[in-house]
């Protein structure tokens, strides 16, 4: 089925949903999609399916949908550092100007860092944005979920405009005192989210680049405290530092184990 120019492929997915809709070959993707999230627990393959390929084309559109309904601020929420064994994580709260264009914004999992850093260094100068962090010995005592959220709070809550919409990826922020969407790959989706993910992204490594001219022997550096081969043979040879999260398996189990030569 093609609409709009968009393949859909009938032996990948059930296209009765969309031939149901009365007239469906006059309506745009928009339609269809409008029409198909009536019922979006049947249709979810199918809508997201059309979400990820409308935020291909524009990735403006969950912004300026809100800002035609009214709203004014629109701060896009993400987070980068949950995996890691060592470090912070950081969250970053980003308000973009309207209608704002800028080529390559998308995940900043999907770019490379020299392209991460280059739309860092334009975003800070073109947005509204705070940053949220929260340390190693934080995520010990509320579990690396909980610090996050709090660390989004942050953000969110020191943002010098008070946004009157906030679009997150992916986690619920239910004590907000704004409206909100946790929008699954949200970070691809919403120009917003894109931004705020490449900041707290590039905000986070350069963290982990100072760490790295410390303690070179980890490799901070390359890994950014991911939990690679390299970095687990590293904290067996040298020791277990005072910044990593003691209650993540890997860190806890080589302690336990007394697996460690430095």
């Known amino acids: 089925m093609e609409i709009e120019g968009f393949l859909i492929d009938s032996e990948v997915y059930d296209l009765s949903p969309?031939?149901?809709?009365?007239?469906?070959?006059?309506?745009?993707?928009e339609d269809i999609l409008s029409e198909l999230k009536k019922n979006y627990k049947k249709n979810k393959k199918l809508c997201e399916l059309i979400e990820m390929h409308l935020a291909t084309l524009d990735n403006?559109?969950?912004?300026?949908?809100?800002?035609?309904?009214?709203?004014?601020y629109?701060?896009?929420?993400?987070?980068?550092?949950?995996?890691?064994?060592?470090?912070?994580?950081?969250?970053?709260?980003?308000?973009?100007p309207d209608n704002y264009s800028l080529p390559g914004l998308t995940d900043s999992k999907k770019i490379s860092e020299k392209k991460r850093e280059e739309l860092y260094e334009i975003l800070i100068k073109d947005c509204i944005y705070s940053i949220g962090i929260k340390d190693n010995k934080r995520i010990d005592?509320?579990?690396?979920?909980e610090a996050t959220i709090e660390a989004m709070y942050d953000a969110i809550n020191n943002l010098s405009?008070?946004?009157?919409?906030?679009?997150?990826?992916?986690?619920?922020?239910?004590?907000?005192?704004?409206?909100?969407?946790a929008m699954i790959k949200g970070d691809f989706k919403s120009a917003s989210i894109s931004a705020a993910s490449i900041i707290a992204k590039v905000t986070r490594d350069r963290m982990m680049i100072e760490l790295d001219k410390k303690y070179p022997e980890y490799g901070y550096a390359k890994h950014k405290g991911y939990p690679t081969k390299d970095h687990i043979e590293a904290v067996k040879k040298y020791g277990v530092k005072d910044f990593y999260r003691f209650t993540f398996a890997p860190?806890?189990?080589?302690?336990?184990?007394?697996?460690?030569?430095g």
């Open 18 to 29: 969309i031939e149901s809709i009365p007239n469906y070959q006059f309506l745009s993707l």
């Open 161 to 181: 405009v008070k946004p009157d919409y906030v679009l997150i990826d992916a986690m619920e922020l239910p004590k907000l005192d704004m409206p909100y969407n």
């Open 74 to 96: 629109i701060a896009g929420v993400d987070e980068v550092g949950r995996g890691p064994l060592c470090g912070p994580v950081v969250t970053c709260a980003c308000i973009l």
């Open 141 to 145: 005592e509320i579990n690396i979920r």
């Open 60 to 72: 403006m559109r969950y912004e300026r949908k809100l800002k035609n309904e009214g709203y004014k």
């Open 251 to 261: 860190i806890n189990e080589i302690i336990n184990k007394g697996d460690i030569n």
